[in-house]
């Protein structure tokens, strides 16, 4: 009877080893939330877009206001083409409610943001890319529609 337990002890001083030894190792095992982002990013690059963090666009008088702190978030690109003779003026757009209103209030949304999913916080376009800010709060549908959208934006630019 005491072998039995003295080796049902070794057995659990064994588990508890081996236990200590990998639960720092499962601490590198991504969550479902990031397969689900890996996922998303994986599928807009595969159809020619680039994700990178960037600061939301906010307006001249916006950034120059005390306590003003930039707001990194997810930004899905589309690159364009160099333009020939006058460069693309930058221009950024933000959803307030279900609209689109211009950063600088001079600069109408471009009727193709109204297809874009409801995740979607702003667009943007500048010399290098046009391209969305989201926080990638949506499915592959919402990057498949992202990537639809985008595709025409750049054909139109």
């Known amino acids: 009877m005491i072998w039995i337990s003295t080796a049902i002890m070794t057995y659990l001083l064994i588990a508890v080893i081996i236990a200590v ?4 190792l499962l601490h590198f ?3 479902k939330r990031t397969r689900e982002q890996a996922g998303l990013r994986e599928t807009a690059a595969v159809a020619g877009l680039f994700v990178e963090f960037r600061d939301l666009p906010w307006s001249q008088r916006e950034r120059a206001a005390p306590g003003h702190r930039p707001e990194q978030t997810i930004y899905y690109g ?12 930058q221009c950024a757009w933000r959803r307030v409610g279900d609209a689109w209103e211009g950063v600088e209030l001079r600069n ?6 109204e297809e874009l999913p409801s995740g979607v916080l702003a667009a943007s376009v500048d010399e290098g890319s046009c391209g969305v800010y989201w926080r990638e709060q949506g499915d592959q549908e919402s990057v498949a529609c992202i990537i639809r959208v985008l595709d025409r934006w750049r054909d139109n630019l």
């Not at 109408?108 to 943001?113: D, K, R």
Request: charged share 20%.
């Open 108 to 113: 109408t949304p471009p009727a193709l943001l």
């Open 78 to 89: 589309k690159r364009l083409p160099a333009s020939r003779g006058e460069a693309r003026s």
């Open 21 to 24: 030894a990998l639960a720092p």
């Open 29 to 31: 095992v991504p969550s």
